[in-house]
């Protein structure tokens, strides 16, 4: 059986892969939120705020997205009586698991700053908002930028997961095309080709910041 | 309605959660045993002059961090058969595992490799050391020492890719999850519960690397 021809089912994978950027986006611009606030949370002189930033990101980064998925999926729907759609699922799952590696990357990038830095904006009378301003996070972004750009191609492929609890992206409309033709070889090397173009380019770039942002010496 | 949890479903199949993990633990090592092969063998492919044998590692590498393992355990599970390359789930589940791993592996090696300065091995060889005393304490050594630390990073993300390939049918932590799961409804207990072993796998793996890293790698702090 085979009513689909190529052209057909490359037109299916692209349509559906819109949705996969759409879920990547949304777990980005979300996690890239709630990481700041975790990050903020770390890095805080608070031993109780440091504490709780520290068990979330550690049971985020200690634990597979799957299980994260299922855990929001099945778990929340099952324990608050919610109907959460697959969209509300994948959404709260990858922006959850995005923030906690964001908030462990720009963490990074803060504590790689000198304390020297802190001590002089110290003296020279900022508070400790304006010295995380005006002299720490401006210097730190600048660090964090070509990792930040290498975790999107993470987040990218993490949406695949997605497809297990029915989530239709990239990697659920191939599964289905792939079941009505009876072409697993050619439609998932064909998936895995769409992906290489979102991921690769992110990569590349990710790599060509590294070398900008970076004095060697 | 309120829902209460019940964690009785946890502790009355405690043995079948403990099988889970070492089902999980038996993929993860046999896949890393070959991942670590592949990366040596693209590490030599990425640092080698030869033109040929640096692009066939170079699109090795490229290709497997660039697309879903998900999609690339479909590919061998699902898309191979129809070549003639027939796989159990567990093969398969191996095979994509350690392919993947060997892909980013080969990059840690790589850096490590060009991590030792060439220097080093020219006072080896001013101070009279051997050729394979040289290669041994001066550029293995050292190499292994820098990369170990993000080598182990990779070991923890190949536990966590592990969970995917139940998604085959391939029996292990995960697969014991979902089995129990659809016999007894009890998702947010069974999942919480799953996930917590992962914790423990992952915290298990992390406290021997590091009594690993004081007992042999402690020189690594006086380099640089």
């Known amino acids: 059986m085979q009513d689909f021809t190529l052209a057909q089912i490359i037109a299916n994978l692209l349509m559906a892969t819109r949705w996969t950027i759409a879920l990547s986006a949304i777990a980005f611009v979300g ?6 606030i975790l990050m903020l949370l770390r890095i805080s002189p608070n031993p ?14 200690a634990t ?15 324990l608050f009586s919610l109907n959460l759609s697959t969209w509300a699922a994948a959404s709260i799952a990858l922006t959850t698991y995005t923030s906690a590696y964001l908030a462990d990357i720009w963490r990074g990038s803060i504590e790689a700053i000198p304390l020297g830095q802190w001590e002089a904006s110290r003296a020279l009378g900022l508070n400790y908002f304006k010295q995380l301003r005006k002299v720490i996070l401006p210097q730190a972004v600048r660090m964090s930028i ?20 029915g989530f239709i992206e990239l990697t659920r409309s191939a599964q289905s095309i792939s079941n009505v033709t009876f072409q697993p070889f050619l439609v998932y090397s064909l998936a895995a080709i769409i992906y290489f173009c979102l991921c690769f380019p992110l990569s590349l770039w990710s790599k060509k910041l590294e070398r900008t942002y970076t004095f060697s010496g | 309605m309120e829902y209460t949890p019940q964690f009785s479903v946890v502790w009355n199949n405690l043995g079948l959660f403990l099988q889970g993990v070492l089902l999980t633990l038996q993929i993860v090592v046999v896949a890393i045993a070959f991942g670590l092969l592949l990366g040596i063998a693209g590490a030599m492919g990425r640092t080698s002059n030869n033109r040929y044998f640096n692009w066939i590692a170079t699109a090795y590498v490229e290709f497997f961090r660039n697309t879903p393992f998900l999609i690339q355990l479909f590919f061998f599970y699902f898309g191979l058969p129809s070549i003639g390359v027939r796989m159990t789930p567990w093969q398969a589940a191996v095979l994509a595992l350690a392919i993947n791993f060997g892909a980013y592996a080969t990059e840690i090696i790589r850096a490590g490799i060009e991590g030792i300065d060439k220097g080093q ?49 391939a029996e292990e932590l995960t697969f014991v999850g979902n089995y129990l799961q659809s016999r007894t409804f009890r998702s947010f207990e ?27 790698f402690a020189f690594t702090q006086y380099i640089r």
Request: glycine share 8%; proline share 4%.
């Open chain 2, 190 to 216: 069974i999942y919480l519960a799953i996930s917590l072993f992962y914790v423990a796998v992952v915290w298990f793996i992390k406290g021997i690397a590091y009594l690993i890293q004081r007992k042999f």
């Open chain 1, 31 to 36: 996690g890239g939120i709630f990481g700041f």
């Open chain 2, 121 to 169: 091995i020219e006072a080896g060889m001013s101070l009279g050391f051997k050729k394979l005393q040289i290669f041994r304490h001066i550029v293995l050594l050292p190499a292994l020492g820098n990369i170990y630390p993000a080598l182990i990073s990779q070991v923890v993300i190949a536990v966590l890719f592990s969970s995917v390939v139940s998604q085959i049918s």
């Open chain 1, 64 to 78: 597979p997205l799957l299980m994260q998925l299922f855990l929001v999926f099945f778990g929340i729907s099952v």
């Open chain 1, 146 to 165: 070509p990792p930040t750009v290498g975790f999107a191609v993470q987040v990218i492929k993490g949406t695949s997961l997605a497809s297990v609890i």
């Open chain 1, 48 to 61: 109780i705020l440091k504490t709780i930033s520290l068990v979330y990101i550690e049971f985020f980064e």
